[in-house]
């Protein structure tokens, strides 16, 4: 099992910070990689930089890149840098955002986003390999481009720098059609988080069946399934799981509409319909303190490790026993505290 660390808040702070001496510690410890988030503050690639300016060994990730943020190109552009000044330890993670980011933040439709993902990952790659210059005729990207307003003096390009035509890219995806669509194109999968007791019908199948298209960019032994896992020691549970769920009634209450918030959605293929729906109604009249009540404490211990040592110990079994059958690969852990680190170094690696 491969650990890399998940450096959420890079997403959600109200200043974002980097705790370079956790993720020195990481590195040492022999974590893969570490990743910045990014919402709607500060953005990945600058956090991802800075990771990589301040690291030797440890590959760098965006968990994710908003394809609604940048134009294709521009991805591949930040990847030909990051790559080549990194020394090869760049992995470009991208993901949809949900229509709430995509049209309200960035003004980008949210139109067939799997086809935009699909049809962005292929001009990505394209400029990648550096075969012939780009053209492309999509659905949602046609280059160079054409029709109304455009000067006709678009001409087709091929990158004057040299790229890694390898290059990783992995795909945040939590929906059946998302996981589909990863399976198909992608290196590897991002997933927001995961019950290891319970991965086939929420998770396995839908990779399997992009897997299975003839036209798959990996094999499931050449793919990676990577989820975020927060890890808090602290000999209280009861205490840490009331902390936590703020957040949780946030992901499923608040990030996106009561018709599209691809957290709730996922939440309720793990069986939680009925609390689902009472958080996104307290969440979006407002009522927080409420909705984050109503978040139910199986919810975090099916998906986090938290508690005494011993007892994150004896949960991680069932995490081991996920890799063990091939349902995951690594575990981007949302932890800062050194303990908390060497403990999953320990039992892990």
């Given amino acids: 099992m491969k650990l890399a660390m998940g450096l959420t808040q890079t997403a959600f702070s109200a200043q974002p910070t980097i705790n370079l001496d956790a993720v020195r510690l990481a590195e040492s410890l022999g974590y893969h990689s570490v990743w910045a988030a990014e919402a709607y503050g500060c953005d990945a690639v600058s956090c991802a930089s800075w990771l990589a300016a301040h690291t030797k060994r440890m590959y760098i990730g965006t968990a994710i890149m908003q394809i609604p943020a940048r134009s294709p190109a521009s991805a591949a552009m930040t990847a030909i840098g990051l790559d080549a000044l990194s020394g090869g330890r760049f992995i470009l993670g991208l993901g949809s955002s949900g229509p709430q980011v995509a049209e309200g933040w960035h003004g980008i439709n949210y139109h067939k986003p799997l086809t935009r993902t699909r049809e962005y990952v292929e001009i990505v790659r394209h400029i990648l390999k550096r075969q012939e210059p780009l053209h492309y005729d999509g659905y949602h990207y046609q280059l160079p481009l054409r029709g ?98 703020p957040m949780l009634a946030r992901q499923l209450g608040g990030m996106g509409s009561k018709s599209k918030n691809f957290y709730a959605e996922f939440a309720r293929r793990m069986g939680y319909e009925e609390a689902v729906e009472r ?71």
Avoid: C
């Fill in 148 to 245: 109304p307003h455009t000067t006709g003096a678009g001409k087709p390009l091929k990158s004057v720098a040299h790229p890694n035509a390898e290059q990783p890219i992995f795909l945040a995806s939590i929906s059946p059609g998302g996981l589909r669509l990863a399976g198909n194109i992608a290196d590897g999968v991002l997933l927001s988080f995961l019950d290891p007791d319970d991965t086939y019908s929420i998770v396995d199948k839908h990779l399997a069946e992009g897997f299975a298209k003839p036209d798959a960019h990996q094999a499931r032994d050449t793919f990676t399934v990577a989820t975020f896992v927060n890890v808090i020691v602290h000999d209280d549970a009861d205490e840490v799981k009331t902390r936590m769920k």
């Fill in 279 to 349: 958080i996104q109604h307290l969440y979006l009249t407002g009522q927080k303190a409420a909705a984050a009540a109503a978040v139910p404490e199986t919810l975090i211990d099916r998906t986090s490790l938290v508690g005494p040592p011993g007892r994150i110990s004896e949960r991680l079994e069932a995490w081991k026993a996920a890799h063990t059958r091939g349902s995951l690969d690594m575990m981007l852990v949302t932890s800062q505290q050194p303990e908390a680190l060497r403990l999953i170094a320990e039992e892990m690696l």
